[in-house]
């Protein structure tokens, strides 16, 4: 968790108060200017083994994750760390989650659905229910699967999320919330970005 609280000191990603050691929320605001909200969560319990669960959903404005009207107009992308990673502590995987969506133009150019959701327009969101490798799933698609009584014909997206291998940090990628181009850590008088960089570097070497 310090490892994803430091992640979380730059601008553009925010560690959310959910109130609960069970469910961790992150926001992101992405290069291309859409805005990503990766939660983790598990079952409430001493005794519970359940394993961590991510989620990401995107909008295309911050505030669309502030009420359940506006909510309407999020989406959710099927995107998880690839199974080889998930051994790894949940702060680790959150802060990787973060960091390849808080550059999300470069990700858009490795996983189609993450540029299906960046090109689509904010009020077709609203008929959206999730971005997933094979289709785009509307709302209509899963109301009518439901109606057949086949509903798990469509939602076989829950067990096919794609998977990310855990970004490359290169020179470059770090850019200012709001800023249209990435700037250049040689240029920081302070030594904070560096710092951090190294300590991500460390750790996935």
């Given at each position: ?6 992640v979380c000191n730059i ?121 997933q490798e094979e289709m785009v799933v509307t ?67």
């Open positions: 968790m310090q490892f994803l609280q430091e601008d553009g990603i925010e560690l959310v108060d959910s109130n609960s050691i069970y469910n961790i929320v992150v926001r992101v605001r992405g290069r291309s200017g859409r805005h990503y909200e990766v939660e983790a969560s598990r079952p409430i319990g001493l005794f519970m083994q359940n394993s961590w669960t991510t989620e990401v959903v995107g909008a295309a404005r911050k505030r669309d994750f502030d009420t359940e009207k506006a909510r309407a107009y999020t989406a959710k992308l099927c995107l998880n760390i690839h199974e080889n990673k998930e051994h790894l502590p949940v702060g680790d995987r959150l802060a990787s989650l973060a960091l390849s969506l808080h550059n999300d133009v470069k990700l858009a150019m490795e996983i189609p659905l993450v540029a299906q959701f960046i090109v689509c327009p904010r009020e077709e969101l609203y008929h959206v229910f999730t971005f709302q209509d698609m899963i109301d009518d699967t439901a109606l057949e009584g086949n509903p798990r014909h469509v939602l076989e997206y829950m067990e096919e999320d794609r998977e990310i291998e855990f970004i490359d940090f290169l020179p470059g990628f770090w850019h200012v919330d709001g800023d249209e181009e990435a700037f250049d850590l040689d240029s920081i008088e302070t030594n904070w970005l560096q710092d951090v960089s190294d300590d991500i570097m460390q750790r996935f070497d």
